[in-house]
């Protein structure tokens, strides 16, 4: 069986961090491209940050240079380091690992308010 586990969501002030883990079972995890995607009520899932098999980065204009992406291949776990955490950045938050095939977490709630 396949499964994304996510963790290290909650609520943190704005200004604050929070770190997004993803640990990764039943896939042959190097060959996978990983991301973080989110989702804010009434917006389309868009694209947080992504690390591909390789190791390219590609980041979403909105959190580059506050948010950071890395993979562990082996923990076959990907993190995703966020730092000055502002409202905007609500949302519920997926990991996806893609390759020939995608796969989806549960997802897992950031809520940043005072």
């Known amino acids: 069986q396949v499964q994304l586990a996510e963790s290290g969501g909650g609520l943190v002030q704005p200004g604050g961090s929070l770190r997004l883990s993803c640990a990764a079972s039943?896939?042959?995890?190097?060959?996978?491209?990983m991301g973080w995607y989110r989702q804010a009520p009434g917006k389309q899932r868009e694209l947080v940050a992504r690390?591909?098999?390789?190791?390219?980065?590609d980041y979403a204009d909105s959190v580059r240079g506050r948010f950071t992406i890395s993979r562990d291949n082996a923990k076959n776990t990907v993190l995703l380091q966020m730092d000055s955490l502002t409202p905007e950045d609500t949302a519920v938050y997926y990991c996806?690992?893609?390759?020939?095939?995608?796969?989806w977490g549960q997802g897992t709630q950031v809520t940043v308010s005072s």
């Open positions: 690390i591909t098999n390789r190791g390219r980065l």
């Open positions: 039943g896939i042959i995890f190097s060959n996978y491209h």
């Open positions: 996806n690992a893609l390759y020939t095939t995608a796969y």
